[in-house]
């Protein structure tokens, strides 16, 4: 691999005796992993049903490495189903790193295509709030979907500008997440690409895009809350440099010592401009060391003030259920926690809004709630996200096949397909959730064991 001359003479120099190691890493494949969803299903559970070949993640809990010359899991049902993200190891570290409580009102700002973002929400266990957001309205598209399949319901997706969030938010989060743009250095093994992309931009502008992002960001950590800085690159003015300029503009925050895996290297201060001893607390990995590519994560907290918490809410504006979308909800079982009292309709489409929302007027959305289907001509047709939010017991007319049997491939396709003469016994005609040994994939029209497809086309699997 021909690496940028610039960049080679800079590495040479970070990684001294190790620069060899790390040039002849570059020429071995890259490690594959998945992140179980956690909030669909235990690790544990998983692994009884995984049919990969996978090895554990040291610094992940649910992060295991596949082998990609033997599996696809990006074909398979249980792909569908959102039981797992398909992520680069290294980039599972920052979710894992921020230290999420139940409860929490959680910000990740840079957070297309959503691996992150779908971590944070299964720490949350459907309590607190989340919002993602990408200044990016197209890669923002592919973050909601990315939530959507997770079955995250207490979400807001946002495509707006740092310094907007900013103006409309103030310090209202408990947690933040920065997973910043950068030059990419990490990952010239994973992608050509990023070669060009910093031949093209180089370092500075990278620094200079984080250091806007920051400015705006330190504005929306409330007191005692907590922030993950993290980058895939190496350079030292988007890594040290840009955790020296975030402390300077808030005098409160401090870094916090993270946990340390083998392999793993810490911040280092002589890379810094002030020579803050406090940079060793941060976290650099480099990918001759461990199983992953290349990132840098800081972990800082602002101190608590004793001033009360306080932030606009939501004000949700008051809906009456036809009758046919209560009819629909009726069937749900009140452990979904989905409740009538909490619904918002706008232009026929309904919507289930999280009890701590706060107040995102004036925000340009994709999303605000779970979206839980569209009233058409005095019929409800539930929507592909709320198929994906729901447990199988959540919902009273369910069918599950097994991950073997060609009606599940078959149902991704779009295609209609056929119960069994027992299957339609026990089944009802009108909608019916259709699951994959017990997890949810979508929604069919059953009429006398004819499953008229529901899936959504978008995301239909391709031949």
């Not at 001294?16 to 690790?43: A, F, P």
């Not at 490495?65 to 680069?88: F, V």
Request: hydrophobic content about 35%.
């Amino acid at each position: 691999m021909t690496l940028p001359a610039a960049f080679d003479e800079r590495i040479k120099k970070q990684l001294n005796e190790e620069y060899k190691d790390y040039r002849k890493c570059l020429e071995e494949d890259m490690n594959h992993g998945i992140r179980i969803n956690t909030l669909k299903i235990s690790v544990e559970d998983f692994l009884k049903i995984s049919p990969f070949d996978l090895k554990p993640v040291p610094w992940t809990a649910n992060g295991f490495y596949y082998d990609e010359k033997k599996d696809t899991p990006s074909r398979h049902p249980y792909y569908y189903a959102g039981l797992y993200y398909i992520q680069e190891p290294s980039a599972m570290l920052p979710a894992e790193a921020l230290r999420i409580d139940e409860n929490d009102m959680v910000l990740d700002i840079c957070a297309a295509p959503g691996g992150k973002s779908t971590e944070l929400a299964a720490k949350l266990h459907g309590s607190g709030m989340i919002i993602s957001n990408d200044i990016s309205h197209s890669r923002a598209k592919a973050l909601l979907k990315n939530m959507e399949i997770s079955g995250v319901g207490n979400l807001c997706v946002v495509s707006e500008a740092p310094n907007r969030l900013s103006e409309v938010f103030g310090p209202c989060f408990d947690k933040i997440l920065v997973d910043a743009p950068c030059s990419g250095e990490g990952m010239f093994r994973k992608s050509s690409s990023m070669m060009a992309a910093w031949e093209r931009n180089g370092v500075d502008f990278f620094a200079g895009l984080q250091k806007g992002i920051l400015k705006e960001i330190v504005k929306l950590l409330k007191p005692g809350g907590m922030l993950l800085y993290s980058t895939c690159t190496f350079s030292p003015e988007e890594n040290e440099q840009s955790v020296e300029y975030l402390l300077s503009l808030d005098d409160s925050l401090e870094l916090v010592d993270m946990k340390q895996y083998p392999g793993f290297d810490h911040g280092h201060p002589e890379w810094g401009l002030t020579g803050s001893q406090s940079l060793l607390r941060c976290t650099r990995i480099w990918p001759h060391r461990v199983k992953g590519e290349g990132h840098f994560a800081a972990l800082l907290q602002k101190r608590k003030t004793g001033l009360p918490d306080t932030y606009a809410e939501y004000r949700l504006h008051p809906y009456r259920p036809e009758p046919v979308v209560c009819e629909f909800l009726d069937d749900i079982e009140p452990s979904a926690g989905i409740h009538k009292n909490r619904l918002e309709e706008t232009n026929g489409r309904i919507y289930h809004i999280p009890e701590h929302m706060p107040d995102v007027r004036g925000l340009r959305l994709l999303r605000n709630g779970l979206f839980l289907g569209e009233v058409k001509k005095n019929r409800f047709e539930p929507s592909q996200a709320l198929a994906m939010y729901l447990k199988e017991g959540d919902y009273r007319y369910t069918v599950s096949f097994t991950a073997g049997d060609d009606r599940v491939t078959r149902y991704l396709k779009g295609e209609t397909v056929m119960l069994t003469d027992e299957e339609t016994v026990r089944s009802s005609d009108g909608y019916i959730l259709v699951c994959v040994d017990g997890y949810p994939l979508g929604w069919a029209k059953n009429q006398k064991g004819m499953l008229k497809n529901k899936y959504l086309s978008g995301w239909r699997m391709l031949s």
